[in-house]
C-alpha cells in the first residue's frame, strides 16, 4: 500500500506563491506517475499536473501552464507543484496522486486559498 502524505498549503494574495511537497512511503514499487489534483467548492476534482517516472514528461491543466512546474526528488521520494502568480480561482484542496501499476493512489489533501 502507498501512503502520501501532502504538506505545503495555505492562505496567499492574488499573485502570490506556494509551494506543495508530497512524500510517498510504503509499498512504492510500480508507480509510474505521480502528480496533483484540485477540486473547488462544488466542482468535480481535476488534474493540475503530472509527471511520468521513466521518462520525466510532464502534463498540465491549460489554466496552469507557465504558472505551475511539477518536480520530483527521486532521492527523496517526495515530488513538488511549485505555484506561481496564483489566481483567486486555483482555490480548492489539492490532491496528492500515485499511480501504482493500474491503481490510483490519493493522500488526504491540503488546502489553498488565494485571495483577490
Known amino acids: 500500500q502507498v501512503q502520501l502524505v501532502e504538506s505545503g498549503g495555505g492562505s496567499v494574495q492574488a499573485g502570490g506563491s506556494l509551494r506543495l511537497s508530497c512524500a510517498a512511503s510504503?509499498?512504492?514499487?510500480?508507480?509510474?506517475?505521480m502528480g496533483w489534483y484540485r477540486q473547488a467548492p462544488g466542482k468535480q476534482r481535476e488534474m493540475v499536473a503530472l509527471?511520468?517516472?521513466?521518462?520525466?514528461?510532464?502534463d498540465y491543466a491549460d489554466s496552469v501552464k507557465g504558472r505551475f512546474t511539477i518536480s520530483r526528488d527521486y532521492a527523496k521520494n517526495t515530488h513538488y507543484l511549485q505555484m506561481n502568480s496564483l489566481k483567486p480561482e486555483d482555490t480548492g484542496v489539492y490532491y496528492c496522486y500515485a499511480r501504482k501499476f493500474s491503481t490510483d493512489n490519493w493522500g488526504q489533501g491540503t488546502q489553498v486559498t488565494v485571495s483577490s
Open positions: 510504503g509499498s512504492t514499487f510500480g508507480i509510474n506517475t
Open positions: 509527471i511520468t517516472l521513466g521518462t520525466g514528461a510532464t
